[in-house]
């Protein structure tokens, strides 16, 4: 077998294959001088990582049945050879930042100096509600980003969370989740931004410019319709055809890549259509490099390629697994080289696998790690700091900025805001919790929770504790009522009490995030039903029975179907959705329920009636809504985009151009009038619908939004420049095309907001009649009226350089 080396300027392809492989990204003089040096081992050891604290905390799927050979073994002799990453270093178990800090910086330089290369370490962390470590703080889940619509704040949180990072010497963040929720019953929807692909994208790469801005690369998770699994079950097959890949799935992707810049991608653990996407070269190099763009590299799920072998059963030992992943396109094994060491190296002296897949990978890691800075000699000249603030007021700021621009008002019949109520109730298992304002990727739920009486190392008022705070004049009595799950109900009684002695009861239940069953959500916390868990319900209707105003706070993971409390006589006075808003929900809950605060939160997912509904996204075609011809009605209990303010918004004067190429753009604008009595932010939401299509096309769609801020009795023009790019999709030939002809447009609240239409008295539009009468239960809502503009020239094939982001003016 040859291998063969190229010295010259040019891409890595034709290496020792008749058929050629992918090109690699152009490399340095320093990189392929460094590549053409490196024994077997040398390479296949920047292939994997190694695990510090392995036996820690269990944070990875099957994490105890992949325990790795090398565990046990000094750290001189595991990295005799070099190493490629350091796996969570400080996000396994609780380390003293600075102290662990020192420690890495003097292992960095160990690296240089003993090893016969001298190729330090990538050392990468989660990072999906902060950074993952002990005293970091901790930020609203990425569902909570969502229900923000507001990029420009991700990005500035994104950017303090990469700065924490690289004050501690590490590398890469695993985050940000690009999975775009289908089916809330999947554990892992509070990792996600929301349902709407658009929406996903934005502000998923918002959250990379911000983390990459800071030096810190960023991983794009779950590549790919991992999201999609049957049934919401985690790991569960994917049964998503080629075009719903196409048109859901992979738009968020792009937008990361070729608008955010991401520099590493990370693989879905399930398969796609029967194909284990850990093993398939067409969606890991074909679409991946070739369609998207990206020239970074891609990291194995934890275990993911051992996967390949033990749980999809495509591979008959360890060194098949990771031929097939190498070849797919997959350029690292995380958390360790269980694969890509011995068996991989056996594999290849066989003459089993062709050394150029190693080369490629080893050439993308090294640019990697040059990109990084990770290549200059004087890269860990300097000590680390001997003080690290990883809660800082910058840091607090952001959080509550961005957890008050989270909270979705659901209902309200003018109780909020509250009005200093002399004696308050505040009742539920959420109510005097911090771990309830946190996700399931922050530290204290994901490794303190392994750790019994370890403080989480900074501030995290609960409701209780902020209530208490911002009304000093009232008597807080609290009283928990019941457990998340447990089916005692001895506390509903004292929590009835309390509220009938109480002016206002405010009732907070909701999840405990956790892993693989510890908890109700959270990454292998997967549900049969959408109720609320336990005997939470009981408790709030034994509340409400009371007389007593009730505000029931839902702190969760997921969208439960509550329809019992937003309907009917026997709800609550105000409903506030709560995505795990961090660590200073309790605070900004505390902000909207007093009134310092206005509501402005948007609904990023359809709040479901029930649970046989599912899945459903608000974008559907024709088929995908209610009808005449079925009895099951999907439609939601509060749709996409969905959010009551304090303040009050009208939209009038829209104007649209008549026309615009299939090739480029049109503008929308509309002005936006605060006509209550008080500030507050509206999300002005632009949907569209294409008229006639090739196949069929949704009924409504999310083209863009903008976050506007008014004072009382003051108006502002916002104005959307769209590319008709919006209005694609994958056509019968499987190419992503913008068709000429008639489209609608127009602003609203959210998705299902009224808006009169050209076609109402149209008896082909007949079918949609059950829709009609779904959406007029009082869902509040504002709309313009529809426009309609024309799409004009030739079918456009999409291509990488079409614009893909709406841009916003407001003013």
Known sequence: MTTTVHTSGAPLADVGRATALPASP???????????????????????????????????????????????????????????????VYGTRPVEPAARAAWLVAEQRRLQRETRLGIPAIVHEECLTGLAAWKAATFPTPLAWGAA????????????????????????????VLDVVRDPRWGRVDECIGEDPYLVGTVGSAYVRGLQGAGVHATLKHF??????????NHAPVSAGPREIADTYLPPFEMAIRDGGARSVMNSYTDVDGIPVASDERMLTDVLRGELGFDGVVVSDYFSVAFLEVMHGI????????????????????????AFLGPLAARIRAGELDEAYVDRAVLRVLAQKEELGLLEPDAFADDAPATIDLDSPRHRAIARSLAAESLVLLANDGTLPLAAPARVAVIGPNADRSEALQGCYSFANHVLAHHPGVEPGFAIPTVREALAAALPGSAIEAVQGVGIEDGDAHGIADAAAAAARAEVAVVVVGDD????????????????????????RELVEAVVATGTPVVLVLLTGRPYAVPWALEGHAAPAAVLQAFFPGEAGGEAIADVLTGAASPSGRLPVSLPRTTGAQPYTYAHARLGGPSDVTTADPTPLRPFGFGLSYASFSYTDLQVDATAPTDGAFRASVVVTNTGDRAGDDVV?????????????PLVQLLGYARVSLAPGTSARVELTVPARRFSFTDRRMVRV???????????????????????????????????????????????????LTLTGPVHEVGPGDRRIVDVTIG
Do not use: C, K
């Open 738 to 788: 913008v068709e000429p002809g008639e489209v609608e447009v127009w602003i609203a609240s959210h998705a299902a907001a009224s808006a009169p239409r050209s076609d109402e008295d149209d008896p082909s539009q007949g079918v949609i009649s059950n829709a009609r009468r779904s959406e007029a239960i009082a869902i509040p809502g504002t709309a313009t009226a529809r426009a309609r």
């Open 315 to 338: 591979a008959a030992d360890r060194g098949e697994a990771a031929a097939q992943a190498l070849i797919a396109g997959i350029d690292v094994e995380l958390p360790t080289g269980d």
């Open 513 to 536: 995030a956790g892993l693989f069953g510890r908890g109700t959500v959270g990454e292998g916390n997967d549900v049969a039903s959408l109720e609320l868990p336990g005997r939470q």
């Open 224 to 233: 790919v319709g991992y999201s999609a699994s049957n049934a919401g079950r």
């Open 26 to 88: 152009l490399v340095s003089e320093r990189v392929r001088e460094l590549h053409a040096r490196m024994t077997l081992e040398e390479r296949l050891a920047q292939l994997v990582g190694y695990w510090l604290d392995q036996g820690g905390s269990v944070v990875a799927p099957m994490q105890g049945e992949m325990a790795s050979a090398a565990a046990g073994a000094s750290l001189a002799s595991i990295t005799e050879h070099g190493i490629g990453h350091y796996t969570r």
């Open 149 to 176: 619509f507001d990029p420009a704040l991700v990005e500035e949180m994104g950017r303090a969370i990469g700065d924490s990072m690289r004050s501690l010497g590490i590398h890469q963040g695993l985050a940000p």
């Open 685 to 697: 939401q632009l949907y569209g619908r294409d008229l006639v299509g090739s196949i069929p096309r």
